[in-house]
């Protein structure tokens, strides 16, 4: 056995020298043909220049990361990204994607039958770090917390101020507790979008001074729902297929109302692992005749239909696992078109939402109290209209993009401030 271990611990000395010296082959030979190309690209604009590190720039659901990182005003923003994708949804000019190196796949595999979070490879963090340096960035930005985890070894010998920002669900029980207590020596700001995932920061041990919120903004749309009167009932429901939406509680709600004797349509727009489960608990409900999967759909034509429905539900719920929203974006962009919406007292909902004024909230997983929602909010035209009209005017106040952007770059200029 010793023998074995001796020869295994060898085994892994000598792979991760190759991995080393390979990446530090492979960045004197590609580096400085990016290099040159960003420092080309960063002469004309005179704004002091941050980095946002997003490791996959971007998936479709990430609407939210990409109205921050394209709508930076006093700063011009490299975002560094591992992985390019959705092109065509989310252009931006100034994304570096950095090279894929032949052993990438090596290194992440190597340490995921370790069951280790792989990091940054060396080379990997060298060229986040030449970004960094040819931008002249005052600051780095790693968005979500478990990608922060990964960059670790950047963060520890970065030299610039680090921001590393929470949005709900890299604060589950994947993020260890380790791994935030090293977080937490290397990083300089934390960022969180909602006050209730700061003060899961605060018991998990971090510093409230060294955290600030940082909401995520939404649209607010010139058109504007009007509440109608009919005898079909049109609900809608916008979402990434997961555990922690509550969309089977939305389901076996309108199945309830259903068998009452209510006429109504359900529309459930968006895509993800729980769909599968979600149709089939649909036609086991009986409902399948009465409720559309719409799919993942654009921005436009997900307005069209916060437009065309009569209530917006969210009954969001926090997870075994601990994954947990933040506040949701779909809710936010529900309530800046007008429409009436339900949705819990989970995460930082009720920061958005106050109860009978600019919508409704309730229990976690309580299907029954989201039928009698429904309900009440079914029975009356004017109220529909009056709280639509309260949440839209709720979103002007405080949840506009140009609000929450200008928090954000408070922030970079509080934690990138030069010392006199």
Not at 223 to 241: D, N, P, T, Y
Not at 319 to 331: K, Q, W
Request: charged content about 25%; hydrophobic content about 40%; aromatic content about 6%.
């Amino acid at each position: 056995m010793l023998r074995q271990s001796s020869l295994h611990r060898f085994a892994d000395d000598f792979i991760l020298l190759c991995l080393v010296f390979c990446g530090s082959t492979y960045l004197e030979s590609g580096i400085a043909t990016r290099r040159c190309c960003v420092l080309t690209i960063g002469v004309s604009d005179t704004r002091p220049a941050v980095v946002s590190f997003v490791a996959t720039y971007l998936k479709p659901e990430m609407l939210h990361v990409y109205r921050q990182t394209t709508g930076l005003q006093r700063h011009e923003n490299w975002i560094v990204t591992r992985r390019r994708q959705s092109e065509d949804r989310y252009p931006a000019p100034k994304v570096i994607a950095l090279p894929r190196h032949p052993l990438r796949w090596f290194h992440r595999a190597w340490h995921q039958a370790r069951r280790l979070r792989p990091p940054l490879a060396p080379w990997e963090r060298k060229q986040l770090q030449s970004v960094c340096d040819d931008t002249k960035a005052r600051l780095v930005h790693i968005y979500f917390g478990t990608e922060a985890a990964r960059c670790i070894t950047f963060l520890r010998k970065a030299r610039l101020p680090r921001i590393v920002s929470f949005h709900g669900a890299d604060l589950s029980e994947k993020l260890k507790r380790r791994e935030l207590e090293d977080l937490v020596r290397h990083t300089d700001l934390f960022l969180c979008r909602s006050q209730s995932l700061a003060d899961v920061l605060v018991k998990r041990g971090v510093d409230k001074a060294r955290i600030r919120l940082n909401y995520t903004g939404v649209p607010v749309p010139s058109a504007v729902h009007e509440a109608r009167s009919g005898s079909c009932l049109r609900i809608l429901q916008a979402c990434r297929f997961l555990a922690k939406k509550g969309l089977d509680t939305t389901l076996l709600a309108v199945a309830s109302l259903r068998a009452a004797g209510q006429d109504l349509r359900l529309t459930l727009a968006g895509d993800g692992e729980e769909r599968k489960n979600l149709e089939a608990l649909a036609v086991n409900l009986g409902i399948a005749d009465i409720t559309t999967f719409a799919g993942f759909l654009g921005e436009e034509s997900l307005r069209r239909l916060y437009l065309e429905h009569d209530i917006f539900v969210h009954p969001s719920r926090t997870t075994a696992t601990g994954d947990r929203e933040g506040i949701p974006n779909s809710l936010l962009e529900a309530m800046a078109c007008g429409l009436p919406s339900i949705s819990t007292r989970h995460s930082g909902i009720p920061e958005a939402v106050t109860h009978e004024k600019t919508g409704w909230l309730l229990d976690e997983s309580d299907a029954s109290e989201l039928v009698s929602a429904i309900s009440k909010l079914a029975l009356s035209t004017t109220l529909r209209q009056q709280i639509g009209a309260a949440a839209r005017q709720s979103i002007i106040d405080k949840f506009s993009i140009s609000a929450c952007v200008s928090t954000l770059e408070d922030a970079y200029e509080e934690v990138g401030r030069k010392p006199e």
